[in-house]
Every structure is written in structure tokens, then in C-alpha cells.
């Protein structure tokens, strides 16, 4: 059984920074990509980050380009999202996920394993 625990979020500041982190148990991290996406009220689910199973091929949304930096450790079957120069339209519910396979993939449908969530609010 996997399970994705994500955690980080909070209120910041426009200009600030946060680190969301998302700690996976079950089958061999190491073995799937993950990303993150993000949901605001009203809107639909968007990709933010992806990161491939070593971490040597990653991909960006281009709203977040230069400012998130997308990291993994899979010896503590952890990724993170370094989200630094945050902006009001960064306000979401941010989630990590699993993706099926070793590659890199932007595509909600290629990913079986999804977070809880956690809530990143920046104010101007």
C-alpha cells in the first residue's frame, strides 16, 4: 500500500519562501517519478514540477520556472518543492504524486498515488 504524505504549507508573504516536503511508504520509491501539482478554489488541477526517478530529468510549468526547484532523497523515500519569490497567485492546495512510471510526466492521468494536500496561502 503507498501512501504520500505531504506537508510545509502555511501563509507567507509575497516574496518568501517555503519547502513542501512529501514523505512516500510502500513499494521502492526510487522506482517512479513524482511531481507536484496545485488546485485553487474555482480552478482546475495544474502541474508544477516533475522529477524522474533519479532526479537527472526534471520539468517545470512555466509559471514557476526560476523560482521552484523540484529535489528528491531516495534514500529517505522523500521529495521536495523549494518555492522561493512566492506571489498571491501561488495561493493553492499543493499535492504531490506518484507517477506510474521512471519518467518524467506532466499528465494528471499518469500518476496513480496522490497526497493529501497542503495549503499554501501567500498574501500581498
Known amino acids: 500500500q503507498v501512501h504520500l504524505e505531504d506537508s510545509g504549507g502555511g501563509l507567507v508573504q509575497a516574496g518568501g519562501s517555503l519547502r513542501l516536503s512529501c514523505a512516500a511508504s510502500?513499494?521502492?520509491?526510487?522506482?517512479?517519478?513524482m511531481g507536484w501539482f496545485r488546485q485553487a478554489p474555482g480552478k482546475e488541477r495544474e502541474f508544477i514540477a516533475a522529477i524522474d526517478w533519479s532526479g537527472g530529468s526534471i520539468s517545470y510549468a512555466e509559471s514557476v520556472k526560476g523560482r521552484f526547484t523540484i529535489s528528491r532523497e531516495n534514500y529517505k523515500n522523500t521529495v521536495y518543492l523549494q518555492m522561493n519569490s512566492l506571489k498571491p497567485e501561488d495561493t493553492a492546495l499543493y499535492y504531490c504524486?506518484?507517477?506510474?512510471?521512471?519518467?518524467?510526466?506532466?499528465?494528471?492521468?499518469?500518476?496513480?498515488?496522490w497526497g493529501q494536500g497542503t495549503q499554501v496561502t501567500v498574501s500581498s
Open positions: 504524486a506518484r507517477a506510474r512510471g521512471m519518467e518524467v510526466t506532466r499528465t494528471p492521468a499518469e500518476f496513480d498515488y
Open positions: 510502500g513499494p521502492p520509491f526510487s522506482m517512479h517519478a
